[in-house]
């Protein structure tokens, strides 16, 4: 019988001129394999990039998209309230158009004394109504002629105007806002044919000086 020695182990045979790390193939160059990245994980790194950039790419898309949109509302909105003011100052405008002669008869009728009583309450409830809706009365004597707004029924020269003049207003134009309702019907005076400007105004200064400094 064969006595095994205690403390030994047997060895596995190891060829003649192989170095130990021949001998034991599990412990070839360990670091080699642990400091090198999977190919997988590099794959997957990349696949996850690029689904990135897309999304990033969909997102400014969406954004710029949303952002039409948004001012394309915007605007449809100022058109419907542009349009909803202008239809309101249109029918307004019609409604007191209409008015305009019950207008006309109120103010001869403060022109003669004859706005008294209970017409007269009634007469300043109507105006008072009208000015509300926006209604504005314009034309007085003495203002230059502006055919914009004016309406010449008569006309006339004179010696004491530099230009065009109103000198009668026959019926007050009306307005809302910058809209003319109706122009002022007026009697206009121009300058005397062959009179220059500048000699009716030095004649009208001196008539008035001479006015001024005339002892009583």
């Known amino acids: ?71 394309e509302y915007q605007n449809y909105r100022r058109r419907v309230e542009r349009d909803r003011v202008t239809v309101k100052e249109i029918a307004v405008a019609g409604l007191l158009s209409e008015l305009l002669p019950v207008l006309d008869d109120v103010g001869r009728a403060r022109e003669h004394g004859e706005l008294v009583g209970g017409f ?18 314009f034309g007085k004597e003495g203002e230059p002629f502006d055919p914009t707004i004016h309406e010449a029924l008569m006309h006339s020269y004179a010696p004491d105007v530099t230009e065009t003049t109103c000198v009668a207003i026959l019926q007050p134009g009306y307005r809302i806002g910058e809209r003319t309702i109706r122009p002022a019907r007026v009697a206009v005076a121009e300058p005397q044919p062959g009179a220059s400007p500048a000699a009716a105004k030095e004649e009208k200064i001196d008539d008035e000086e001479s006015g001024g400094t005339e002892e009583v």
């Open 1 to 71: 019988m064969t006595e095994e020695t205690p403390g030994f182990e047997e060895k596995p045979d190891v060829p003649s001129g192989a170095t130990p790390d021949d001998a034991d193939p599990k412990a070839a160059s360990p670091s080699t394999e642990e400091g090198a990245a999977p190919a997988g994980d590099v794959n997957q790194t990349a696949g996850l990039t690029a689904q990135l950039d897309q999304a990033r790419s969909a997102l400014t898309e969406r954004t710029g998209d949303l952002q039409r949109l948004q001012a």
């Open 120 to 137: 007269k309450s009634v007469a300043e409830s109507l105006e008072t109504v009208v000015a509300k809706l926006g209604l504005q009365q």
